[in-house]
């Protein structure tokens, strides 16, 4: 079908739309994690880590589109250690050991992104200096190259899902470009303002790298074939996101009218965090 067919064809732009929507989703992790680790450079270096890591994920999904032959190919068991789980309700087993190039590539990205989200908790719980990625005032020490070197890694682990997603959707490689390239320029849009808002929200930062640690989780499970619904991820996150918000407006407010009242009444109050 040529691109002027796609353009009339309404089926195509309804693809294109369910897809946008889905690559959002699916993207939403990469945002995040862009989002924290670029909060960790200088500030100055800040916003290019993130035009710059978000561009990488756009060439790299750009990159898989050209060689979706090969992509689809990683589908395929390259080994099989024998082991496999109880049948399910479909018959399908709980889990396998059957690996692809696939599983093995969301098996590595799973470990990393456990790794480096318990890392990243650790500092922030951690009173102490640590010499490492972060003093004790939360001070960025991490390299701008390194930033870039992590981020391109999970790109590539969330690269490969969301193409192979986008190929169970449609099989019009045009859509997908369409697809790709709108959803990575909605995702520029909202990379700074979802930073500024987790760097001026620190609550939001421990929400965030639990996200973090259970997509790596959901990563490790898909690997060994264990496929969870995102879904249920996303609306747990979701409503614990909307229960940090609540607490957010409620410190605001307490602020504000603390505020008020010591401009007043000349005295300091000190009232206990929620």
């Given at each position: 079908m040529d691109i002027m067919a796609l353009l009339s064809d309404p089926a195509a732009w309804v693809a294109l739309a369910t897809l946008v929507v889905l690559e959002i989703v699916l993207g939403i992790d990469n945002l995040v994690f862009i989002a924290i680790l670029s909060n960790k450079l200088p500030a100055q270096q800040q916003a290019k880590a993130r035009r710059l890591g978000l561009l990488l994920a756009l060439v790299l999904r750009l990159g898989l589109l050209t060689l979706i032959g090969w992509l689809v190919t990683?589908?395929?068991?390259?080994?099989?250690?024998?082991?496999?789980?109880?049948?399910?309700?479909?018959?399908?087993?709980?889990?396998?050991?059957?690996?692809?190039?696939?599983?093995?590539?969301?098996?590595?990205?799973?470990?990393?992104?456990?790794?480096?989200?318990?890392?990243?908790?650790?500092?922030?719980?951690?009173?102490?200096?640590?010499?490492?990625?972060?003093?004790?005032?939360?001070?960025?020490?991490?390299?701008?190259?390194?930033?870039?070197?992590?981020?391109?890694?999970?790109?590539?682990?969330?690269?490969?899902?969301?193409?192979?997603?986008?190929?169970?959707?449609t099989d019009q490689v045009p859509i997908m470009y369409a697809a790709v390239v709108i959803t990575v320029g909605l995702m520029l849009f909202a990379a700074d303002p979802l930073a500024r808002f987790i760097d001026h929200n620190p609550g939001l930062v421990m929400l965030a790298l639990a996200f973090l640690v259970m997509i790596g989780l959901v990563l490790l499970a898909d690997g060994f074939g264990v496929h969870i619904p995102k879904g249920y991820i996303y609306v747990a996150m979701g409503f614990s996101l909307g229960v940090e918000l609540l607490n957010i407006v409620g410190r605001r407010r307490r602020e504000a009218r603390l505020a008020s009242t010591e401009s007043k009444t000349g005295e300091t109050i000190h009232v206990p965090q929620a």
């Open positions: 990683l589908q395929a068991p390259l080994f099989d250690l024998g082991i496999a789980g109880s049948p399910g309700p479909h018959g399908e087993p709980t889990f396998e050991t059957a690996f692809s190039g696939r599983d093995l590539i969301l098996l590595a990205g799973g470990l990393f992104l456990l790794w480096k989200a318990t890392k990243e908790i650790h500092h922030t719980i951690d009173p102490e200096p640590s010499g490492e990625m972060l003093d004790h005032k939360g001070h960025a020490v991490l390299g701008f190259g390194a930033a870039i070197l992590q981020i391109i890694a999970l790109d590539v682990v969330f690269s490969v899902d969301s193409i192979l997603t986008a190929v169970g959707m």
